[in-house]
């Protein structure tokens, strides 16, 4: 059964750093694209970071450049987020996708990807 768990999402406070975790099971990461959407109240999903299959490229939103990066262990079969400098408008349930031999087109379509966790909470407050 293909299946991706989040965790770490915490609630913390402005310019924190925290890192997500996202663990595969029933099938390997390493030749699939990663990649992370958010979702915060009463907005649209959105894409916040991404890493192709090959690793050779990646895109990440305006939002997230210099502050969020999204990496892989393939020995641990886990995909991350390491996120810094929080700011309250980064709170939303932060989900990982997947998608065998894919890329990261500009925008993040989530169509472009297939498999989907069910999101970790993250909470920016002071």
């Known amino acids: 059964q293909v299946q991706l768990v989040e965790s770490g999402g915490d609630s913390v406070q402005p310019g924190d750093s925290l890192r997500l975790s996202c663990a595969a099971s029933?099938?390997?990461?390493?030749?699939?694209?990663i990649a992370w959407f958010r979702q915060a109240p009463g907005k649209e999903r959105e894409g916040v970071a991404c890493l192709s299959s090959s690793d050779a490229s990646s895109w990440s939103a305006g939002f997230a450049k210099g502050r969020f990066t999204v990496s892989r262990a393939n020995t641990e079969n886990t995909m991350f987020l390491q996120m810094t400098r929080l700011r309250p408008d980064d709170t939303a349930r932060y989900y990982c996708a997947a998608e065998y031999l894919g890329g990261c087109r500009r925008g993040l379509p989530e169509r472009d990807f297939e498999d989907w966790g069910q999101g970790t909470q993250v909470t920016v407050s002071s």
């Open positions: 029933g099938f390997s990461l390493k030749q699939h694209a």
